[in-house]
């Protein structure tokens, strides 16, 4: 017997420790190469681990929620020739699926072409996306069993559509009342980052009601100019590039803290984060150098990076580095909120329900349309007053949208 101890590998940036998120083998099963065995998580990435060698599985360590410390073993193999044989075929190689893990650290990449067995192989990587494989878990669906509509025999969500509602139901008629989920994986590293912010950050709120009747008009007035099928505006990018033009006056609001130094890093590029609701938690993919593109690209990359999110595709680069965010619950923006602030930033700009209201315009109560917007500022680097001004002058900007593409004129 030749055993094989495989330790929790550097994923790079510092990284000390890692959470296990999901174990896809178990003591007993036989592995080949380059075969998914567990997914894991740090701060800055979640990382899907192949098999190093083939074997058998002795041990691991470690339940889902646990942290394993780089270095530490995480997975022991019998590596001996009794241990592999077993007629097991080699592996079949992986189809050209649409989805791919949320990020892979460049250090754990596995080569061009590696293997995976078919994907209902009981001991095999059944191939699917990471969020579907929580949705399984939460469901107490074994993938093993559900045949896969996508290439290559690939589980997409509809496949588990018509299993994960039976599943969850089914205590509801005998089982237990409650049920236990573990906070884990990416929704744990929200609430942490979460909770870290609120506790820091000296948050200070501002809201204030835009009259969007005019930017609406002109919004539906570019949608009427796309061709059929091309994708259409919403108030996001206008919010956004509006957002880009105010900064220039208030550069103090797009900052970044390094709390560790002491610092305040002025950027003079705007990129902006954008709140995007996923199936596997808020995550924040940023538009960059968003300050240098026209409304049309803008738009584009919005939801370009909304679409990569939303299906797990996101690298690590398209979810670091904003230096402002804007958040938006669409048709479920409600009167107002109060944005928690995607800390080092020093901002957070939220979009409310746009809704038609009776105000009062020039002495008549007149129909307009009315959209709140709801801000967070860091008080400790950015004044009530200042944090006011600025909003005021996106409002202004917003409820005469021609001006937003009307360059500022700098001063000789």
């Given at each position: 017997?030749?055993?094989?101890?495989?330790?929790?590998?550097?994923?790079?940036?510092?990284?000390?420790?890692?959470?296990?998120?999901?174990?896809?083998?178990?003591?007993?099963?036989?592995?080949?190469?380059?075969?998914?065995?567990?997914?894991?998580?740090?701060?800055?990435?979640?990382?899907?681990?192949?098999?190093?060698?083939?074997?058998?599985?002795?041990?691991?360590?470690?339940?889902?929620?646990?942290?394993?410390?780089?270095?530490?073993?995480?997975?022991?193999?019998?590596?001996?020739?009794?241990?592999?044989?077993?007629?097991?075929?080699?592996?079949?190689?992986?189809?050209?699926?649409?989805?791919?893990?949320?990020?892979?650290?460049?250090?754990?990449?596995?080569?061009?072409?590696?293997?995976?067995?078919?994907?209902?192989?009981?001991?095999?990587?059944?191939?699917?996306?990471?969020?579907?494989?929580?949705?399984?878990?939460?469901?107490?669906?074994?993938?093993?069993?559900?045949?896969?509509?996508?290439?290559?025999?690939?589980?997409?969500?509809?496949?588990?559509?018509?299993?994960?509602?039976?599943?969850?139901?089914?205590?509801?008629?005998?089982?237990?009342?409650?049920?236990?989920?573990?906070?884990?994986?990416?929704?744990?590293?929200?609430?942490?980052?979460?909770?870290?912010?609120?506790?820091?950050?000296?948050?200070?709120?501002?809201?204030?009601?835009?009259?969007?009747?005019?930017?609406?008009?002109?919004?539906?007035?570019?949608?009427?100019?796309?061709?059929?099928?091309?994708?259409?505006?919403?108030?996001?990018?206008?919010?956004?590039?509006?957002?880009?033009?105010?900064?220039?006056?208030?550069?103090?609001?797009?900052?970044?803290?390094?709390?560790?130094?002491?610092?305040?890093?002025?950027?003079?590029?705007?990129?902006?984060?954008?709140?995007?609701?996923?199936?596997?938690?808020?995550?924040?993919?940023?538009?960059?150098?968003?300050?240098?593109?026209?409304?049309?690209?803008?738009?584009?990359?919005?939801?370009?990076?909304?679409?990569?999110a939303r299906t797990a595709k996101s690298t690590r680069e398209e979810l670091t580095g904003s230096t402002i965010t804007v958040t938006s619950l669409g048709k479920l923006g409600g009167i107002a909120s109060t944005p928690i602030i995607n800390a080092p930033e020093v901002a957070i700009i939220g979009l409310n329900k746009a809704v038609e209201r009776p105000v009062v315009l020039n002495g008549s109560v007149v129909v307009r349309r009315i959209m709140n917007l709801s801000s967070s500022f860091d008080h400790r680097f950015v004044d009530g007053y200042d944090a006011a001004a600025m909003i005021q002058a996106l409002k202004e900007l917003l409820e005469h949208p021609a001006t937003i593409f009307i360059p500022k004129v700098k001063s000789k």
């Amino acid at each position: 017997m030749s055993h094989y101890v495989f330790k929790m590998p550097d994923l790079g940036e510092g990284t000390v420790d890692a959470e296990i998120v999901a174990w896809h083998t178990k003591p007993g099963d036989a592995i080949v190469e380059d075969q998914l065995i567990v997914e894991v998580m740090t701060d800055k990435a979640a990382v899907e681990v192949p098999a190093p060698v083939s074997g058998r599985v002795v041990s691991i360590t470690g339940a889902p929620g646990d942290k394993v410390a780089v270095g530490s073993p995480l997975i022991v193999f019998d590596t001996g020739a009794e241990a592999t044989v077993d007629g097991a075929p080699p592996p079949a190689p992986v189809s050209a699926g649409p989805a791919a893990p949320p990020v892979v650290a460049p250090s754990m990449a596995p080569p061009a072409g590696i293997a995976a067995p078919p994907a209902n192989a009981p001991s095999g990587r059944v191939m699917t996306s990471p969020a579907n494989r929580r949705r399984a878990r939460e469901a107490g669906i074994d993938l093993s069993t559900v045949v896969g509509s996508g290439p290559g025999g690939r589980i997409l969500r509809d496949d588990l559509g018509a299993l994960a509602p039976a599943a969850l139901d089914a205590g509801s008629t005998g089982g237990p009342q409650t049920s236990e989920i573990k906070v884990i994986g990416l929704r744990r590293l929200i609430a942490e980052r979460m909770s870290e912010a609120k506790r820091n950050i000296p948050h200070f709120a501002y809201v204030e009601e835009v009259d969007v009747t005019e930017l609406e008009s002109l919004r539906n007035h570019l949608n009427a100019s796309r061709p059929t099928g091309a994708g259409s505006l919403s108030y996001l990018p206008l919010v956004v590039m509006a957002l880009t033009r105010v900064l220039e006056s208030f550069p103090q609001c797009n900052v970044l803290y390094d709390a560790a130094r002491g610092v305040l890093v002025r950027h003079r590029a705007v990129h902006v984060g954008i709140a995007t609701q996923t199936p596997d938690g808020l995550k924040v993919p940023v538009v960059r150098n968003a300050d240098s593109r026209a409304l049309w690209e803008l738009a584009a990359e919005i939801r370009r990076l909304a679409e990569r999110a939303r299906t797990a595709k996101s690298t690590r680069e398209e979810l670091t580095g904003s230096t402002i965010t804007v958040t938006s619950l669409g048709k479920l923006g409600g009167i107002a909120s109060t944005p928690i602030i995607n800390a080092p930033e020093v901002a957070i700009i939220g979009l409310n329900k746009a809704v038609e209201r009776p105000v009062v315009l020039n002495g008549s109560v007149v129909v307009r349309r009315i959209m709140n917007l709801s801000s967070s500022f860091d008080h400790r680097f950015v004044d009530g007053y200042d944090a006011a001004a600025m909003i005021q002058a996106l409002k202004e900007l917003l409820e005469h949208p021609a001006t937003i593409f009307i360059p500022k004129v700098k001063s000789k």
